[in-house]
T-cell receptor, first 114, second 110 residues
């Protein structure tokens, strides 16, 4: 079965550079979520989109932005990268924004800022 | 933000032992979910509990949702090395987002 696809799998950037992370949800899933997980930390919610509209906003820095496109894939754009942005970034998708059915997570993008 | 507290934070046991991990909150949740995460990978959904007092079984894993829908437990019978991982509980707030607990890191040694 198709899963949530994230790219790239690994990314190394220098401070003050920009990065774009991509997420392709499970087919027919219309809700996408972005989470950031630092070393030894639990996933922290950043932002979500339902039917291409922002549905919820968490602890996403102003330097980051995201959107969901017509084909339901989503991109997380990160600018002015800081060392503290180094983390695993997960995308998850669900059908209809329905938490009770659970999220399917991708394998994540490991971002390292040097 | 509705906080979820998980305990214990770390657990190291031998193969064949039983264990229980807990997820507690002062808030009421419409549902709670349990995920297992392996290093460098995304969390994988194990179960969703919805009804207060609900018990769900997944092979050797038993999940229970508290009557007041504020807490949940995960019991593993006869743990195996393949059960090793980070167990995360997650609950929904008023919005779309799931809030995660800090997890219980389980190590099962042969």
């Amino acid at each position: 079965a198709a899963g949530v696809i994230q790219s790239p799998r690994h990314l190394i950037k220098e401070k003050r550079e920009t990065a774009t992370l991509k997420c392709y949800p499970i087919p027919r899933h219309d809700t996408v979520y972005w989470y950031q997980q630092g070393p030894g930390q639990d996933p922290q919610f950043l932002i979500s989109f339902y039917e291409k509209m922002q549905s919820d906003k968490g602890s996403i820095p102003d330097r980051f932005s995201a959107q969901q496109f017509s084909d339901y894939h989503s991109e997380l754009n990160m600018s002015s990268l800081e060392l503290g942005d180094s983390a695993l970034y997960f995308c998850a998708s669900s059908l209809g924004g329905h938490r009770m059915w659970g999220y399917t997570f991708g394998s994540g993008t490991r971002l390292t800022v040097v | 933000t509705q906080l979820l507290e998980q305990s214990p934070q770390f657990l190291s046991i031998q193969e064949g032992e039983n264990l229980t991990v807990y997820c507690n909150s002062s808030s009421v949740f419409s549902s709670l979910q349990w995920y297992r995460q392996e290093p460098g990978e995304g969390p994988v959904l194990l179960v969703t509990v919805v009804t207060g007092g609900e018990v769900k079984k997944l092979k050797r894993l038993t999940f229970q949702f508290g009557d007041a829908r504020k807490d949940s437990s995960l019991h593993i019978t006869a743990a195996q090395p393949g059960d090793t991982g980070l167990y995360l509980c997650a609950g929904g707030g008023s919005g779309y987002a799931l809030n995660f607990g800090k997890g219980t890191s389980l190590l099962v040694t042969p």
